[in-house]
């Protein structure tokens, strides 16, 4: 253990010395402090806008007067995805997915204003978050701090020197992995504190209410993939002659893992499962409700057998000998219709999605880099199955406001009648507005299974080969 802390120390000391890792360090911080300021500015302009937005529609919901029920479907409102304080972090897939649907009766619309739309191509490079500082650039640093630790030592002599004085190889390799962590920590120290203050903030325990235990995650699988990547630039140098190989390799698995492996894991999901395009999805849809599923039963044909079924079980000969409005009955039918239909082709769609994201997470068995992505994502509650359950959530509130609708349409109205019944402000302060909580970080990481056996797998691995690298290395004679 002295001589751990011993070579640790010295470590430490080399590196201070070496400028360039000292400019390095300095750069990844100042990058981290700019994403985090960029991120958290977009966060508190988001949310306010989102905040007005939504009260101003809930406004005039709320406002609208006096009118049938269906025009007040049709009326429709709009829902706002709110921003969450852990997107300063990890952007994931906001940027992607928009940020307020339109809601009305017989139509799903999709969700609109995404961010992406606004930027140029230079988006396919990805936004400068904390987190593409961190499983990006932050390797690069550990790279240059780490490969020449064992070369060096060859090159001028002090290897020998160490060992004979006594110290194991493993004494050496785990110092200076002690040394690089200690260092790292000092750089991040800083951002890790940011995080944990803004992770307090009380704004976000509405939509995410466990924010403190999302970010314990964070701070977690990020100083494991931080220590897979230190290991491993520790073992290349151990292995090889010089420092020149030494860097050569770690830049080159860098660039495979980094850059290579998720474009072709991206380009290959998309070959495979290819998603249609929204114009087909769409008309697929309303082919499906004008004809029916199987495309016999037209919704005249639907509408005909549904009278039939209610004029048999009231033993009446008239619609308008009902006891409510059949129209109502018959616009709620023609909706759980259209409702059916969609969650088919929506499922479909959804397979797709889920295919593709199951060709990344085997990948990210591979390479920790895909798994550190997807799982930072998850955490941060930008990714797909949020989203999926945000869209989830306000489909379910879209069709409760229509059935409300067309409910008291059918109550409160007589068959013939449109234009003579007008519901009030009573109706619509039954349709209570709009809110979202996420599902909690353990729910979300059920999808991410895979993701989290690579990152325990790879440390694992990581340990072993220094271990067995460590006892089959051989004392350095003459």
């Given amino acids: 253990m002295r001589n751990l802390l011993s070579i640790a120390r010295k470590e430490i000391k080399i590196a201070l010395r070496e400028r360039l890792v000292v400019s390095l360090g300095i750069i990844i911080l100042l990058l981290l402090g700019v994403a ?12 306010r806008i989102i905040t007005e937005k939504q009260e101003e529609k809930r406004t005039e919901w709320l406002g609208q007067g006096d009118k049938h029920p269906h025009i007040a479907a049709h009326y429709g409102t709009f829902v706002f995805k709110p921003k969450t304080i852990l997107s300063v972090f990890d952007f994931g897939l906001d940027t992607y997915t928009g940020t307020s649907i339109y809601l009305e009766a017989h139509y799903q619309h999709e969700f609109m204003f995404r961010p992406a739309q ?56 785990w110092g200076k992995v002690l040394a690089y962590c200690i260092l790292l920590i000092v750089i991040l120290a800083p951002y890790i504190a940011g995080m944990f203050v803004l992770s307090s903030l009380s704004l976000s325990s509405a939509v995410v209410p466990d924010v403190s235990v999302r970010t314990v995650l964070l701070v977690l699988i990020y100083s494991l993939y931080i220590f897979i990547f230190l290991s491993l630039s520790v073992w290349v140098s151990l292995r090889s002659a010089t420092g020149r190989n030494a860097l050569l390799t770690l830049l080159a698995c860098w660039i495979f893992l980094v850059i290579l492996t998720p474009k072709a894991v991206a380009n290959l999901s ?31 044909v639907r509408r005909a057998r549904l009278e039939k079924e209610y004029l048999t079980r009231y033993d009446v000969d008239s619609l308008h000998q009902l006891p409510f409005n059949f129209e109502g009955v018959s616009m709620q039918a023609g909706e759980e219709y259209g409702n059916m239909v969609y969650d088919i082709h ?49 489909e379910a509130y879209r069709r409760e406001l229509v059935r409300k609708m067309n409910n008291d349409m059918a109550q409160n109205s007589r068959y013939g009648e449109f234009y003579e019944y007008k519901a009030t402000r009573e109706l619509w302060d039954e349709i209570e507005d709009f809110s979202y909580i996420t599902p909690s970080a353990f729910e979300i990481l059920q999808h991410y299974k895979l993701e989290m056996i690579s990152i325990v797998g ?20 003459g």
């Fill in 346 to 394: 929506w499922d479909k769609l959804r397979n797709i999605f889920h295919r593709q994201n199951n060709m990344g997470s085997i990948a990210s068995i591979f390479n920790p880099y895909l798994a550190i992505q997807h799982l930072s994502m998850a955490l941060s509650a930008t990714d797909l199955y949020t989203a999926i359950d945000f869209e989830d959530k306000v």
């Fill in 458 to 477: 790879w440390t694992t691995f990581v340990i072993l080969l220094l271990h067995y690298s460590n006892r089959k290395s051989k004392p350095i004679h």
């Fill in 118 to 173: 606004d930027y140029s191509s230079m988006i396919r490079f990805g936004e400068l978050s904390a987190a593409l500082v961190l499983y990006v650039l932050l390797p690069l640093l550990i790279i240059f701090l780490a490969f020449s630790s064992y070369t060096k030592e060859k090159e001028t002599g002090t290897l020998k020197l160490l060992l004979s004085q006594g110290a194991s190889y493993a004494s050496i390799t």
């Fill in 270 to 300: 998309e070959s495979f499962y290819t998603l249609p395009s929204m114009r087909a999805f769409k008309e697929a849809i309303q082919k499906d409700i004008r004809e029916g599923i199987d495309g016999e039963t037209p919704g005249s």
């Fill in 36 to 47: 985090l300021y960029g991120g958290y500015v977009s966060y508190r302009q988001q949310s």
